[in-house]
Antibody
Framework: QVQLVQSGAEVKKPGASVKVSCKASGYTFTSYDINWVRQATGQGLEWMGWMNPNSGNTGYAQKFQGRVTMTRNTSISTAYMELSSLRSEDTAVYYC???????????WGQGTLVTVSS | DIQMTQSPSSLSASVGDRVTITCQASQDISNYLNWYQQKPGKAPKLLIYDASNLETGVPSRFSGSGSGTDFTFTISSLQPEDIATYYCQQYDNLPRTFGPGTKVDIK
């Protein structure tokens, strides 16, 4: 069965970077885009960007341009999202999601809580 | 960016009631709209894609309709396990944007 398993919770200081992993299983990793979505506590869903695991091509929301980098390691079927220059407003649960068709998020990771605090 | 609005922001209904949520896009998005259900502490779950297609395994009491700028999501007979927040999401353009969500609970 398809699964996306994310890395554990992180606590970071303002100005630091965080790298969240998303390990895929149960399907061919390079056949489906991975997107990242975040959710601050009690807030809605915010799309961050996409990555094609086959080509490594990426696209980011304007809001995160220059601060976010999405990469992958195809040998271990894992996608990564790195966010730099962290500030308190980046405190949120970060989700990876697989894309099926044009353009549905059909499987999601369990979420990774990133807390930014001095 | 395409702005998505939803109404109401929250609602309370009785078990067995018909529940309707509306979603409006700031420009024509054809039928490029999905609906997700999110329960507390859990990841969102895809319910409806392409505005009206029911995802495999999702109960038939859930349905969606609409095209262009105006969309509707319906639960035909509310069940206790449907307590959740529901989000619409457009994929006509980048960035993919979500509505603010509609919280549904039991009266």
């Amino acid at each position: 069965q398809v699964q996306l398993v994310q890395s554990g919770a992180e606590v970071k200081k303002p100005g630091a970077s965080v790298k969240v992993s998303c390990k895929a299983s149960g399907y061919t990793f390079t056949s489906y885009d991975i997107n990242w979505v975040r959710q601050a506590t009690g807030q809605g869903l915010e799309w961050m960007g996409w990555m094609n695991p086959n080509s490594g091509n990426t696209g980011y929301a304007q809001k995160f341009q220059g601060r976010v980098t999405m990469t992958r390691n195809t040998s271990i079927s894992t996608a990564y999202m790195e966010l730099s220059s962290l500030r308190s407003e980046d405190t949120a649960v970060y989700y990876c999601a697989r894309v099926r068709g044009w353009y549905y998020f059909d499987y999601w990771g369990q979420g990774t809580l990133v807390t930014v605090s001095s | 960016d395409i702005q998505m609005t939803q109404s109401p922001s929250s609602l309370s209904a009785s078990v067995g009631d018909r529940v309707t949520i509306t979603c409006q896009a700031s420009q024509d998005i054809s039928n490029y709209l999905n609906w997700y259900q999110q329960k507390p502490g859990k990841a969102p779950k895809l319910l409806i894609y392409d505005a009206s297609n029911l995802e495999t395994g999702v109960p038939s009491r859930f349905s969606g309709s609409g095209s262009g700028t105006d969309f509707t999501f319906t639960i035909s007979s509310l069940q206790p396990e449907d307590i959740a927040t529901y989000y619409c999401q457009q994929y006509d353009n980048l960035p993919r944007t979500f509505g603010p969500g509609t919280k549904v609970d039991i009266k």
